[in-house]
């Protein structure tokens, strides 16, 4: 039996949590959750270091509480041996974290894994770049709720919205250190294709929007494809898509099955 360990115990880590319970991620258990001292998650085991979690017995460890808790916890979770899958993959446009995890990821033997998150064709898009991309552009499309309390806020008027508002453009690195709460699939779009410095971004508000779209257009030697997600969001955090919580749990899945796909 596969024993995870999860940092953090939000809109993410809880329906996670309820869904492996479900059995839905096949012989797979909750080995704690790493919470900051006074937080708790109810009646499941709660540790607060990253000794904690390799004594409970966790072997791999998903990550669903932020940029931060990457940082703060990703090297020495690498450098002990654990495998480690992160939600906020925004986290590595930071040049520097990027190269240390990497490190101690080699170093160690470990592996961290940037699950595809909100967002389809990355399968494509990756391949794609073996062959070599010519261009790449990621466009999120939010309703006006879901950039509340980020940048967006002080670029348009997200609350007198009347029609769709681009109001960023750039690229996937400039996205995500500027939107680290909402751009972590620009992140992924630009880590599986040309790179963070290469991906061109849009961030769009957009009234009429019913969930969060995420949109790829890609261009190189193999052909050329367009890709629209619209995904619900979870109902506790409206800048969070339903998806990311199972890509987790097919990461979790995908690490016990006999058959991958």
């Known amino acids: 039996m596969l024993r995870f ?14 869904e492996v319970l479900a059995g839905k991620a096949g012989d797979v258990e909750l080995a704690a959750v790493l919470l900051r001292p006074g937080r708790d998650a109810g009646r499941l085991p709660v540790v607060h270091t990253v000794e904690g979690l390799r004594a409970a017995g966790a072997t791999v460890i998903v990550e669903a509480a932020g940029a931060e808790a990457v940082a703060a916890y990703g090297p020495k979770i690498l450098t002990s041996g654990m495998d480690m899958a ?15 995890m990497q490190g101690a990821a080699r170093e160690a033997g470990s592996r961290l894994v940037v699950p595809a998150g909100a967002i389809g064709a990355i399968d494509a898009l990756s391949s794609m770049r073996l062959a070599g991309l010519r261009s790449v552009l990621y466009r999120g499309v939010k309703p006006p709720a879901a950039w509340a309390g980020s940048a967006a806020e002080n670029l348009c008027d997200l609350k007198r919205l009347e029609v769709r508002e ?96």
């Not at 190189?220 to 969001?233: D, K, M, N, S």
């Open 5 to 18: 360990g999860l940092i953090g115990y939000g809109a993410i880590g809880r329906l996670l949590v309820e």
């Open 86 to 100: 992160i939600a906020s993959a925004g986290a590595l446009a930071e040049p520097e974290l990027m190269l240390q």
């Open 166 to 261: 681009q109001f960023f453009h750039g690229t996937a690195r400039e996205a995500a250190a500027a939107f680290p709460k909402n751009a972590n699939v620009a992140a992924i779009v630009g880590l599986a294709g040309l790179g963070l410095d290469e991906t061109c971004v849009e961030l769009v508000a957009d009234p009429q929007a019913i969930g969060n779209r995420h949109e790829i257009e890609a261009d190189g030697p193999t052909g050329r494809f367009r890709y629209c997600v619209e995904g619900h969001a979870s109902k506790d955090n409206p800048r969070t898509s339903l998806l990311t919580v199972y890509s987790l749990l097919r990461y979790l899945a995908n690490r016990e099955a006999a058959i991958v796909i």
